[in-house]
Structure formats: C-alpha cells, structure tokens
T-cell receptor, first 113, second 114 residues
C-alpha cells in the first residue's frame, strides 16, 4: 500500500490559509486520500477524503493533482483552535489491512496569534 | 447522537498485572477498531472487527493481548500481564464497513504501567 510523507511540523498565524502537503508517489488506482485531525488528549477526527481534483467541505479543501502523487490539505483562515496533528492516509476505500490503516507521525500544525 | 464511548479514561497499574479496556461504538457501525498510540506517534492498528469477527489482528501481540466483541456491538481489549512498554493511549474507533476510512474515535484510555 502507498506510503505517505508529510512535514513533521508547520507554523502559521491566525487568519492565514494553511496548506499541508502529503506525498504518496506509489498511490494505486483504487486508493483514496483521507485526512484526519487530532487534538491533544482526543482521538483523531475525520476531516476530508478525496480521489482526484478538488473536494471541499465546511472544514477544509483537498487538492489532488492529475497524477495523484501528492495531495494538499488546505485550511482557510486558521485560528488558534486549529493547532493539532494532521494525518494523511492513502489506501483503498473498502479494504484495508494493517498497512491500509497506518496513520504515520502526521504534521504538527502550530497556529500563533 | 452519542459518540464512541470508552472506559476507563485513565488506568495506572503495576507491571505483570492484568488490565481491560471497554468500548461501545456508534450505533449502527458494524466495524470496530482498537489502536495503540505511543507518545509522539500516530495510532497503530491492533485489531479490526467486522461485526463479531476479527478480520485483521496481524498487529495484535497475541502472547499477552486479547480482544473480544461477542455480540457484535461493544468490545473489550485485555492485556495480561502488562509490561512497562505497554504504557500508551488505547483508542477505539468505529465505522460502517463500506467506509473504513471514515472512522469515529473515542477519547481513548491512557494506560500507565509502573
């Protein structure tokens, strides 16, 4: 299953747009891209999922280029409460062994006032 | 709608003692997962259930860990005997079986083994 690479940490400021990129060079045809958010002392929370092009919901947007070898999670106008760890997962939508449900270390996003 | 419920939230035990964690998933979710999360790491899948059947337990240390989901609803994860290296947060999650990437997590149980 496709492995993912994300930055270990990122900093930004309140009101800015934040883009977190995930690399998945060996993504398979039936793989989807999913992002989770985790606050301290809480379990991860599903944010968004996509296959190609662009997906948007009330929380974030997910941009996936045509070759699907990377994806970008975009958080508009962040606030202090967006400080969290963000995980990128890649795998088939309906199936998954242990590899398919691997969270990795994620990206620690820190938002400053 | 109630979320995933886990208990206890915190547990401190001495090594070699047994410990059990309980999880009640979201109503209607037939897939249930147990994860272990070490400090600074992402969650690591231990076992996945489809209804009452364990369909993926390849990462579960079977010499000391066991799990059950007898009626296909709530589940228990047990460690016996606990070791110092088992100190971690144990997370339970649930989902619909055809949406395994959209999982809903409980708050976790923080286990400290002394």
């Amino acid at each position: 299953l496709a492995k993912t690479t994300q930055p270990i940490s990122m900093d930004s400021y309140e009101g800015q747009e934040v883009n977190i990129t995930c690399s998945h060079n060996n993504i398979a045809t039936n793989d989807y891209i999913t992002w989770y958010q985790q606050f301290p002392s809480q379990g991860p929370r599903f944010i968004i999922q996509g296959y190609k092009t662009k997906v948007t919901n009330e929380v974030a947007s997910l941009f996936i280029p045509a070759d699907r070898k990377s994806s970008t999670l975009s958080l508009p106008r962040v606030s202090l409460s967006d400080t969290a760890v963000y995980y990128c997962l890649v795998g088939p939508y309906y199936f998954g062994g242990a590899d398919g449900l691997t969270f990795g270390k994620g990206t620690h996003l820190i938002i400053q006032p | 709608e109630a979320g995933v419920v886990q208990s206890p939230r915190y547990k401190i035990i001495e090594k070699k003692q047994p410990v059990a964690f309980w999880c009640n998933p979201i109503s209607g979710h037939n897939t249930l997962y147990w994860y272990r999360q070490n400090l600074g790491q992402g969650p690591e899948l231990l076992i996945r259930y489809e209804n009452e059947e364990a369909v993926d337990d390849s990462q579960l240390p079977k010499d000391r860990f066991s799990a059950e989901r007898l009626k296909g609803v709530d589940s228990t994860l047990k460690i016996q005997p606990a070791e110092l290296g088992d100190s971690a947060v144990y997370l339970c999650a649930s989902s619909f079986s055809d949406r395994i990437y959209e999982q809903y997590f409980g708050p976790g149980t923080r286990l400290t083994v002394t």
